[in-house]
């Protein structure tokens, strides 16, 4: 079965200071990999996806993400974080038939 | 990208009635839905796959006759949460799979269930 985990359950930066979420995952084959984010009482948001190519993968919001095969991470970043970005995140492996697993979710606040 | 609306939002209903949610694609067909169901500050957990014009495919552990899936056309799933109990509060999302081949599942708004 494929997975993905996020070690961290928050991250919280200064507003203007670089965010970086980690994600790391297991597949048998290519990954397709998501990032989403969801607001309080809100649904998913997608972000920015990887399915081959360039390995770092630019996405709404100012968001990036580099995908390492050799370390199996898919992390999330934005090189100045806003107050707005303070939200749940969730990384994302895609299975047979579309179906997706997620990480537990990574809380990002950004203080002012 | 594409939109899925899910309605409604919240819902408030008391033990043992049913509540019906659905969840439409407004811009695009998807002959394959899917269903969550997320608990406060926890992740997803998918509890079934809705096909168009056939049964949908339940994850183990989802009790099936609790929760009714009908995926009638090529726009509309719907939930219905059976008998509904306190234990069945939750939100619950769906995601819809565009059929012109987009990569990326697009997911409704959530809807807030408390059963009292």
């Known amino acids: 079965a494929q997975s993905v985990a996020q070690p961290e359950d928050q991250v919280n930066v200064a507003e203007g200071n670089p965010l970086t979420v980690k994600c790391t995952y297991s597949?048998?084959?290519?990954?397709?990999l998501f990032w989403y984010v969801q607001y309080p009482n809100r649904g998913l948001q997608f972000l920015l996806k990887?399915?081959?190519?360039?390995?770092l993968v630019k996405g709404s919001y100012g968001f990036e993400a580099e995908f390492n095969k050799s370390q199996t991470s898919f992390h999330l970043k934005k090189p100045s974080a806003l107050v707005s970005d303070s939200a749940l995140y969730f990384c994302?492996?895609?299975?047979?038939?579309?179906?997706?697993?997620f990480g537990a979710g990574t809380t990002v606040t950004v203080r002012a | 990208g594409a939109v899925v609306s899910q309605h409604p939002s919240w819902v408030i209903c008391k033990s043992g009635t049913s509540v019906k949610i659905e969840c439409r694609s407004l811009?695009?067909?998807?002959?394959?839905m899917f269903w969550y169901r997320q608990f406060p500050k926890q992740s997803l957990m998918l509890m079934a796959t809705?096909?168009?014009?056939?049964?949908?495919?339940?994850e183990q552990g989802v009790e099936k006759d609790k929760f009714l899936i009908n995926h009638a056309s090529l726009t509309l799933s719907t939930l219905t949460v059976t008998s509904a109990h306190p234990e069945d509060s939750s939100f619950y999302i769906c995601?819809?799979?565009?059929?012109?081949?987009?990569?990326?599942?697009?997911f409704g708004q959530g809807t807030r269930l408390t059963v009292v």
């Open positions: 995601s819809a799979r565009d059929d012109r081949g987009w990569t990326e599942a697009f």
């Open positions: 597949v048998s084959g290519n990954p397709y």
């Open positions: 990887y399915i081959t190519g360039d390995n």
């Open positions: 994302a492996v895609r299975e047979d038939d579309y179906k997706l697993s």
């Open positions: 811009d695009f067909q998807a002959t394959t």
């Open positions: 809705s096909n168009e014009g056939s049964k949908a495919t339940y």
